[in-house]
């Protein structure tokens, strides 16, 4: 496929997942209450006293800043070929590569089973093999008029 091609599929990737971040932003902040009831039942109300706003907080914090991540996968789709928005798209791609790993190692046992829950896991894990998938298959390119040297980090020159 001609490189020109690639950068445009990966463009369409990045808008589709930048969609789908946003959607598992908004699924995190609608379950903050799901999340809070299913805590103080959990620990009791004693212990939730002391973890209850401590762990809401890091909640919807995470469900925040999960917007302007998806808007940035959104926004550097069309971008692709600039230096900046290739840059953006690796720290997009590799800080979502973690959080399947993240899911998998400490969101264990049946009681992460809500479907609210699911829906999030399945589009973080999806997203997060995308993007970094997309963004080598593109990297990997040889010597193009627009590439430059080959390499995953080097960005297309405009």
């Excluded at 002391?50 to 909640?59: I, K, Q, R, Y």
């Excluded at 999960?66 to 789709?77: E, I, N, Q």
């Excluded at 600039?82 to 800080?95: G, K, Q």
């Excluded at 997060?128 to 080097?154: D, E, F, K, M, Q």
Aim: charged letters at 15%; proline letters at 7%; hydrophobic letters at 60%.
């Amino acid at each position: 496929m001609e490189p020109r091609r690639k950068l445009d599929v990966a463009g369409r990737v990045f808008r589709v997942a930048g969609v789908l971040i946003l959607v598992v932003a908004g699924i995190h902040l609608l379950a903050t209450p799901l999340f809070g009831r299913f805590m103080a039942e959990a620990v009791g109300s004693e212990a939730w006293k002391a973890v209850g706003p401590p762990s809401l907080l890091s909640f919807i914090v995470l469900g925040i800043l999960l917007f302007p991540v998806g808007a940035g996968a959104f926004t550097v789709a069309p971008a692709l070929q600039e230096r900046w928005a290739w840059r953006l798209a690796w720290v997009i791609a590799l800080s979502f590569a973690t959080l399947p790993v993240c899911l998998l190692v400490l969101m264990r046992g049946g009681m992460y089973r809500a479907p609210a829950f699911i829906v999030a896991e399945v589009l973080v894990t999806i997203v997060g093999l995308t993007l970094p998938g997309v963004l080598a298959w593109v990297g990997r390119t040889r010597r193009h008029a627009w590439l430059g040297a080959w390499s995953i980090c080097v960005p297309p020159a405009a």
